[in-house]
């Protein structure tokens, strides 16, 4: 099989490698892969920054982002997975201490690291033309999302953040009415998707003025913005909002940005090094002086894989389809790696 393959931490290394068919072991499922999502984890794998390949090999299989068809259920016959089932593999697996929050299936809170993932650290991904997958890791899809269940895997990251995001609205008496997504990327319009699905007044600030994105927010029913966050939060004092950038300047706006009792979940990851004037003190009492919480998030459990795949079966599937804008042939893989500005998700179609 043609597998997509890196050495992690040497940039200019992905090509296409020549690897055997895998086999699957007990309990596995063996996949045809159909499309893999390209996301900017995979981009700084590429580009050296990133990435562990496993225990004793040089190459990494890129691909986290997986979308697959069942073509042998031989190993898991009792899983309840039937030949031509269409899957997504999880990400993650738990490490093997396991910690408390591995042990109880919260592995997306691994607490000591030694968490692996598919595709990033330690474990092959999912960009092959062939893959195995452990049915207990395996989330089976309906077969009306075939052309957009790569998005599967972003939209478990926004699952996550609204899990959270509604168990600390919880611990008190709050009110989540408006809410603001910053950046309009896919995490940001899923995030966005999401809160319009809980009938929150919707707001995302991006930097494009015109075209796809905005056209995206609009028909969510939401209100674009693009002057910056502080003419967004003026207009809207959001109760939520949904850092989907990792800029800085953006996180920093964000967090003073919030009505009284305000939740903010940080999901963009920001470079470090770069020194921002901050007036900690005014940051500071505006989350003691109004109760607010800041919290990060990154990765997913089961739980929210089941969270993204009812968000996504209630979704528009011509919007979903809209956030793919461009598809290439595994043998271009390259051009998938090249980001363009009018780019949203980009996908590898495993199956041309
Ligand atoms: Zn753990």
Redesign the pocket.
Known sequence: MKALTVIPLQAGSAELTDMPDPSPADGELLVEGVALGVCGTDIEIVGGEYGWAPPGEERLVLGHESLGRVVSVDTAPDAGFSVGDLVVGVVRR??P???G??AAGQ?DM???G??TERGIKEIHGYGSSMWTVEASYAVRLDPSLESVGMLMEPTTIVAKAWDHIEKIAARAYTEQRRVLVTGAGPIGLLAALLASQRELEVHVLDVVESGLKPELVAELGAKYHHNGVAEAVTGCKPDVIIEATGVGQLVFDAMQGTGSGGIVCLTGVSPTGRHLDVDAGAVNREMVLENDVVFGSVNANLHHYEMAREALMAADRSWLERLITRRVPLSSFQDALDRRDDDVKVVIDLSA
């Open positions: 738990p490490d201490v396991p910690c929050a591995c592995f691994c607490l000591n030694r968490y």
